[in-house]
């Protein structure tokens, strides 16, 4: 039993021993034993860093040295033709080896302009054209030219002066190629007297920055009401002007009659022109001072690089006319008195007039016309006395397609009261839609400070139906300076509400509404002067508190229903819905501009643009 036990176990170990010899028969190449085959590595190979300049073909770097048959070289960025710096790769792989991937730059440098020159100095005659210095020789592809003055690209010149520019050749495969040159803009003498005469451009017409229906003549009045009587609503002047238009217009008056003087010059320039012409054809060696005669006075033409002058005297009245060529801008200075003088200047669609008066009285005046032809102006109003201001007043205007808006500090107002006007007028009719007032009050009661804001609106009375007539006496009634009688009736007095707002104790004696005269402006032609002047006239207009609009139609007709034949409404075809949103609008949206700019110009910036 025994024997036959040892035998068994001989045969397992034995066939143990061929499956061990049988497993291992393949070999393993992970344990490095015999019967394995290593990948091999490539050696021998480089991948070299190449630096090359531009000359407009392709460069490339490449694997060099002997590969095995077989070998796959991938490549990637290797090429360029351009200059710059090219990170290129290769990876070889073969079966059998191990894979390896090598890198290199591509450095193409830029190359170097050859064959273009610039003179240093050139120069070319006035023709009005623009003009840039010119180069020899031929551009490669891809080469551009740029011209600079002071670092600022110009596409060109036509001031007649010496221009220092800077001319550029660059490209991304060469490097930048500049030279400076002195590049001068001639006097054409042939043509010098027409450039000249040009270039003071025309009697500039501050009106035209506003509405043709605007003018004084569109102004006028030939009746003043008295109100003495009863007086019809419908016969009431319509084409009035507020306070703050009429300060407005106070220096478009002004300004209308110191350019008459200068319009009296603008009238002999073909005479001018003729005489210089004249002169410069004599081929004088000096032609940049000129005197001669034209219109029954002497002018006198002068001269620089960039701007041109011509100064006369009109009767008393001396008038200077200038002309700046680089800023394309012209202008004049009237001295109307020794202490009197009126200075303008315009460009294309801006207008800048400044009065000043002794050096105390000062006004400023500008206009600018925007793309979509809104203007915008601003005016200032200075009365000095030594080193005090005595008033300052200032107004922002903007007109648009439809109307004319303007914000500023003048209007019929409480002396002590933080005060602002808001006047908007239509563009084609030129009437006053609507008016609205700030008025900011510090008082004291029972010792303790509050401050009351009033939001007051202005209404034209035919903006409203249901009043047909008006008489007033110039006696105050307790709640109004004046004593007011509607529609026939002389019994009473209209009535009135007082109170402001929701139950304001601090504006519970205002009055909510009532049936206020406005002083108003119009104008008179005076023939003897030969200019319109300014009349004014006290129009009865509808005063309301802003908080209480809503509710003012009924309670003014809830409280005088004894004189209406009807409630009263709003005249929709005098003051639209849209009329009221515009008021609006200037009152809220403008105003707050209208801060920002308010002290913009002083006193001395405007004196000091006159005597410049």
Same mark, same amino acid.
């Given at each position: 039993?025994k024997?036959k036990?040892?035998i068994?176990?001989?045969v397992?170990?034995?066939?143990c021993?061929? #499956?061990l010899m049988a497993?291992?028969?393949? #070999?393993?190449?992970?344990?490095?034993?015999?019967?394995?085959?290593?990948?091999?590595?490539f050696?021998g190979i480089?991948?070299d860093?190449k630096?090359?300049?531009?000359?407009?073909?392709?460069f490339?770097?490449?694997v060099e040295?002997e590969l095995p048959?077989?070998?796959?070289?991938?490549?990637?960025?290797?090429?360029?033709?351009?200059?710059?710096?090219y990170?290129?790769?290769?990876t =070889?792989t !073969?079966?059998?080896?191990?894979?390896?991937?090598?890198?290199?730059? %591509?450095?193409?440098n !830029?190359?170097?302009?050859t #064959? &273009?020159?610039?003179a240093?100095e050139?120069?070319i005659?006035?023709?009005?054209?623009?003009?840039?210095?010119?180069?020899?020789?031929?551009?490669?592809?891809g080469v551009?030219?740029?011209?600079?003055?002071?670092n600022n690209?110009t596409?060109?010149?036509?001031? &007649?002066?010496?221009?220092?520019i800077?001319?550029?050749?660059?490209s991304?495969?060469?490097?930048?190629?500049?030279?400076?040159?002195?590049?001068?803009i001639?006097?054409?003498?042939?043509?010098?007297?027409?450039?000249?005469i040009e270039?003071?451009g025309?009697?500039?017409?501050?009106?035209?920055? +506003?509405?043709?229906?605007?003018e004084?003549?569109?102004r006028?009045?030939?009746?003043?009401?008295?109100?003495?009587?009863?007086?019809?609503?419908?016969? =009431?002047p319509?084409?009035g002007?507020g306070?703050?238009?009429?300060?407005?217009?106070?220096? %478009?008056n002004?300004?209308?009659v110191a350019?008459s003087?200068?319009s009296k &010059?603008?009238?002999?320039?073909?005479?001018i022109?003729q005489?210089?012409t004249?002169?410069?054809?004599?081929e004088?060696?000096e032609?940049?001072?000129?005197?001669?005669?034209?219109?029954g006075?002497?002018?006198?033409?002068? +001269?620089d690089?960039?701007?041109?002058?011509?100064s006369?005297?009109?009767?008393?009245?001396n008038?200077?006319?200038?002309?700046?060529?680089?800023e394309?801008?012209?202008?004049?200075?009237v001295?109307l008195?020794?202490?009197t003088?009126?200075?303008?200047?315009s460009?294309?669609?801006k207008?800048?007039?400044?009065?000043?008066?002794?050096?105390?009285?000062?006004?400023?005046l500008?206009?600018?016309r925007d793309?979509d032809?809104n203007?915008?102006? &601003?005016?200032?109003?200075?009365?000095?006395?030594?080193?005090?201001?005595?008033?300052?007043?200032s107004?922002?205007i903007l007109?648009?397609?439809?109307y004319?808006? =303007?914000i500023g500090?003048k209007?019929?107002?409480i002396?002590?009261?933080i005060?602002r006007?808001?006047?908007v007028?239509?563009?084609?009719?030129g009437?006053?839609?609507g008016?609205e007032?700030?008025e900011?009050?510090?008082?004291?009661?029972l #010792?303790v400070s509050f401050t009351?804001?009033y939001?007051?609106?202005?209404?034209?009375?035919?903006?409203v139906?249901g009043?047909?007539?008006?008489?007033?006496v110039?006696?105050?009634?307790g709640?109004?300076a004046?004593t007011?009688?509607i529609?026939?009736v002389?019994?009473?007095?209209?009535?009135?509400?007082?109170?402001?707002?929701?139950n304001?104790?601090k504006?519970?004696?205002?009055r909510?509404?009532?049936?206020?005269?406005?002083t108003?402006?119009?104008?008179?032609?005076?023939?003897?002067?030969e200019?319109y002047?300014?009349?004014?006239?006290?129009i009865?207009?509808?005063?309301?508190q802003?908080?209480?609009?809503?509710?003012f139609?009924?309670?003014?007709?809830?409280?005088?229903a004894?004189?209406l034949?009807s409630?009263?409404?709003?005249?929709?075809?005098?003051?639209?819905?849209?009329?009221r949103?515009q008021?609006?609008?200037?009152?809220?949206?403008?105003l707050?501009e209208y801060?920002?700019?308010?002290?913009a110009?002083?006193h001395?910036?405007?004196?000091?643009y006159c005597?410049?």
């Amino acid at each position: 039993m025994k024997r036959k036990l040892m035998i068994l176990l001989c045969v397992v170990l034995f066939l143990c021993s061929f #499956g061990l010899m049988a497993c291992n028969s393949g #070999g393993d190449p992970s344990n490095g034993d015999e019967g394995t085959t290593p990948l091999l590595s490539f050696s021998g190979i480089s991948f070299d860093d190449k630096t090359v300049t531009y000359n407009g073909s392709e460069f490339s770097v490449v694997v060099e040295g002997e590969l095995p048959e077989g070998t796959n070289v991938q490549y990637t960025n290797n090429t360029g033709t351009n200059a710059g710096t090219y990170n290129a790769s290769a990876t =070889l792989t !073969k079966q059998g080896y191990n894979s390896k991937t090598l890198t290199a730059t %591509l450095l193409i440098n !830029k190359a170097t302009l050859t #064959g &273009i020159s610039v003179a240093e100095e050139q120069s070319i005659t006035h023709d009005g054209e623009k003009h840039l210095p010119t180069y020899t020789g031929t551009l490669p592809a891809g080469v551009e030219v740029k011209y600079y003055i002071e670092n600022n690209q110009t596409s060109g010149v036509s001031t &007649i002066k010496t221009h220092q520019i800077k001319v550029v050749f660059s490209s991304i495969n060469y490097n930048e190629l500049s030279f400076d040159v002195d590049f001068e803009i001639k006097i054409n003498l042939l043509n010098l007297a027409n450039t000249v005469i040009e270039a003071f451009g025309s009697v500039p017409d501050p009106w035209n920055f +506003l509405p043709s229906s605007f003018e004084p003549q569109n102004r006028t009045i030939t009746t003043v009401p008295t109100y003495e009587d009863f007086t019809s609503v419908s016969s =009431l002047p319509k084409n009035g002007i507020g306070k703050q238009l009429s300060v407005a217009y106070g220096v %478009l008056n002004k300004t209308s009659v110191a350019l008459s003087y200068a319009s009296k &010059i603008y009238s002999v320039m073909n005479v001018i022109k003729q005489a210089y012409t004249n002169f410069l054809d004599s081929e004088p060696t000096e032609y940049k001072t000129f005197t001669g005669t034209a219109g029954g006075f002497t002018f006198t033409i002068s +001269l620089d690089e960039t701007s041109y002058m011509l100064s006369a005297s009109v009767g008393d009245v001396n008038v200077v006319l200038f002309a700046d060529t680089e800023e394309s801008s012209f202008g004049g200075k009237v001295q109307l008195t020794s202490t009197t003088v009126l200075k303008y200047t315009s460009c294309e669609n801006k207008l800048v007039v400044a009065l000043d008066i002794l050096d105390t009285a000062t006004t400023y005046l500008e206009f600018a016309r925007d793309e979509d032809e809104n203007v915008l102006g &601003i005016m200032y109003e200075y009365l000095t006395a030594g080193d005090k201001t005595v008033t300052a007043t200032s107004t922002m205007i903007l007109v648009d397609d439809t109307y004319t808006t =303007l914000i500023g500090t003048k209007g019929d107002k409480i002396p002590t009261a933080i005060f602002r006007n808001c006047e908007v007028y239509n563009n084609a009719t030129g009437e006053l839609v609507g008016t609205e007032v700030k008025e900011e009050l510090t008082f004291k009661k029972l #010792g303790v400070s509050f401050t009351a804001t009033y939001n007051t609106l202005w209404y034209n009375l035919n903006d409203v139906t249901g009043i047909s007539n008006i008489k007033k006496v110039d006696e105050p009634n307790g709640t109004n300076a004046d004593t007011i009688y509607i529609n026939d009736v002389t019994s009473d007095t209209i009535h009135v509400k007082l109170g402001c707002g929701d139950n304001d104790v601090k504006k519970a004696l205002s009055r909510s509404f009532d049936i206020e005269f406005k002083t108003m402006y119009f104008y008179q032609y005076n023939s003897d002067k030969e200019e319109y002047e300014e009349v004014s006239c006290e129009i009865p207009m509808i005063f309301v508190q802003e908080e209480n609009l809503g509710t003012f139609l009924a309670e003014f007709s809830d409280a005088n229903a004894d004189y209406l034949s009807s409630d009263i409404t709003w005249n929709s075809q005098n003051v639209s819905q849209k009329d009221r949103e515009q008021v609006y609008f200037g009152y809220y949206t403008l105003l707050t501009e209208y801060e920002k700019i308010k002290d913009a110009v002083t006193h001395d910036m405007i004196s000091n643009y006159c005597k410049a």
